[in-house]
């Protein structure tokens, strides 16, 4: 059974950083694509980041600049460095992978979420 589990979040001033991290343990064959969404109350969730296995990464224009996202492939683990954060950034962070296992196959994981808030 394969799960996600995010680390990283909380209260940050804006203009200040934080790095979000999520680990996916279990019976891990592949995995492909990792990402970050996230979701503001009374909003759709939104993707915020997304790193393929090849390194290639894609940000939309409201993040791009200031989010960085990497992975370490040995650690099964994607990271998130957010900078010069902003009000509207704040959100729940989910982590997403798609991933490859020997008894499910190819399937898309969710974590749980990790809370980010921008406020002074």
């Known amino acids: 059974q394969v799960q996600l589990v995010e680390s990283g979040g909380g209260l940050v001033q804006p203009g200040g950083s934080l790095r979000l991290s999520c680990a996916a343990s279990g019976s891990i064959f592949k995995i492909t694509a990792m990402a970050w969404y996230r979701q503001a109350p009374g909003k759709q969730r939104e993707l915020v980041a997304s790193i393929f296995s090849t390194g290639s990464t894609n940000y939309p224009d409201s993040v791009k600049g200031r989010f960085t996202i990497s992975r370490d492939n040995a650690k099964n683990t994607v990271y998130l460095q957010m900078n010069s954060l902003k009000p509207e950034d704040t959100a729940v962070y989910y982590c997403?992978?798609?991933?490859?296992?020997?008894?499910?196959?190819?399937?898309?994981?969710w974590g749980q979420g990790t809370q980010v808030t921008v406020s002074s």
């Open positions: 997403n992978a798609d991933i490859t296992t020997s008894d499910m196959g190819f399937r898309d994981y």
